[in-house]
């Protein structure tokens, strides 16, 4: 870095206290990390922006000091994001997430790139255990069934009952009680939208798999993946890269694969009993998954994570309340209640609670699109707890169709930038309408914008 540059540098940081983060002189050091020369006149410019940024000291301050790296705090006052947005809007912070941004994605990379990087494990980790929550969820209604007890709708309140509980504590104690009241009072009517979807997402498949046959319910959950990408497309804004479209395709055509070794074997469940009702009822329920999807990415890059899933429990409890009592009422009197269908029901939730906990993660780092193709390998790992539970034969098929998927999953981000799809479009360059969280890529550029503050001091 030139000596002008340099003595510009070492003013901006003087200026605030040790080790406090002062954005505008990370922007200016990301600025010129990596540059061979730059202009006296920059750097005055620079240290304007800095002199207009700061405040005196009985008003609000543009630092980060004392937030937690990698929590859901405001970025500017290092408190929680409590507030009415739930991000920053100090453009000072805005210029300095801005700058750090274009670093990252201005690296000279290869086009495999992001394979190596640990996000990329990260997220197809997660996807992985999420696929085999499911699976687990799948196995412990089978279990429940074999006992004579089918209470779709009345099993799967007491996850919300736990998320509800756990995340509004965690909120509440984040926030505080009066800051969760003002953000229930306000926004509640997008979180009583995404329960009411997930619910209901839940409720059609399972009556879907009633009426249709299991392949015939099976396809259908592709038109969650369509309506993902169209509403994304459409509403959000994301424009899917080549590489992405061939990896969804690729995904797909491994779960053709494993559908079409179904087939062969006669193990699809031969005809249903309504077959079109089903069908009807599997449209639907992957509508309200895709939509719903959506919905809750859109929500966790801008809201804290245990905000959306306190609300998002708390409103399960009531539309999944409400539905237990009007549907299954007859099927929980002809249940078989003992300590194995119990346990069986604690198993249940304990996955699904997981399953919730973990989805928003996958949401911010990835996107709903590679959520859902995540979840296509389910198949594959039923079919190898079956084969140890149920005493399943294993066709050649699988193990093929699992490689295709995987390598949809990583054809997916193959050239892309080094954030993968954790800069989301609707939040606008510099992300400045989202919440700087575990996951974001808002997170990503304040720590390399600190961490180069940092170095700066230190040299």
């Not at 002199?51 to 980060?64: F, H, I, L, R």
């Not at 209901?200 to 369509?226: C, D, H, K, M, P």
């Not at 699992?402 to 990583?410: P, S």
């Amino acid at each position: 870095m030139p000596s002008s540059s340099r003595r510009t540098l070492n003013l901006l940081c003087s200026e605030q206290a040790s080790f406090s983060f002062n954005p505008v002189a990370a922007a200016f050091a990301a600025f010129h990390e990596g540059s061979d020369s730059n202009s006296d006149s920059e750097s005055h410019a620079l240290l304007q922006s800095f002199e207009m940024a700061t405040y005196n000291s009985d008003s609000k301050t543009p630092e980060v000091a004392g937030s937690r790296v990698g929590s859901d705090s405001d970025p500017i006052s290092g408190t929680n994001t409590g507030g009415a947005d739930g991000n920053s809007s100090d453009p000072a912070t805005n210029e300095a997430v801005g700058v750090a941004l274009q670093q990252i994605e201005a690296r000279n990379v290869k086009w495999w790139s992001y394979l190596t990087t640990v996000d990329f494990w990260i997220v197809l980790c997660i996807g992985q255990i999420l696929a085999l929550c499911i699976t687990a969820t799948n196995t412990f209604s089978t279990f429940l069934v074999d006992w004579g007890t089918s209470i779709p709708a009345f099993q799967t309140i007491f996850n919300y009952v736990v998320i509800g509980v756990i995340y509004t504590g965690i909120s509440w104690y984040k926030m505080g009680v009066k800051a969760w009241f003002r953000v229930a009072y306000r926004y509640s009517w997008r979180y009583l939208i995404l329960s009411f979807l997930d619910v209901e997402g839940n409720y059609f498949t399972v009556l879907a798999y009633r009426y249709t046959n299991l392949l015939s319910a099976q396809l259908l959950n592709f038109w969650a993946i369509v309506c993902v990408v169209i509403i994304s497309f459409f509403i959000l804004k994301v424009r899917y890269r080549p590489f992405q479209i061939a990896g969804i395709l690729v995904c797909c055509g491994g779960m053709g694969i494993l559908l079409a070794s179904d087939h062969l074997q006669g193990v699809n469940g031969g005809e249903g009993e309504n077959m079109l009702k089903g069908d009807l009822f599997g449209l639907l329920g992957a509508t309200c998954y895709g939509i719903s999807n959506v919905f809750e990415e859109f929500l966790v890059s801008k809201r804290p994570m245990y905000e959306v899933l306190s609300f998002l429990g708390l409103f399960g409890i009531i539309i999944n309340g409400v539905q237990a009592a009007i549907f299954d009422r007859q099927s929980f009197a002809d249940a078989t209640w003992n300590g194995a269908v119990i346990g069986y029901i604690a198993g249940y939730t304990i996955c699904l609670s997981i399953f919730y906990s973990l989805a928003p993660l996958i949401l911010r780092m990835g996107s709903a699109a590679f959520f859902d193709i995540s979840l296509l390998t389910g198949n594959f790992w039923g079919t190898i707890i079956g084969i140890h539970v149920f005493g399943y034969a294993i066709h050649w098929m699988y193990p093929i169709a699992f490689v295709c998927i995987v390598c949809g999953l990583i054809v997916y981000f193959l050239a892309g930038s080094m954030l993968g799809d954790s800069k989301k479009p609707w939040l606008g360059d510099n992300q400045e309408g989202g919440v700087a969280g575990l996951g974001t890529a808002k997170l990503k550029a304040l720590n390399l914008a600190r961490k180069q503050q940092l170095d700066a001091q230190w040299a």
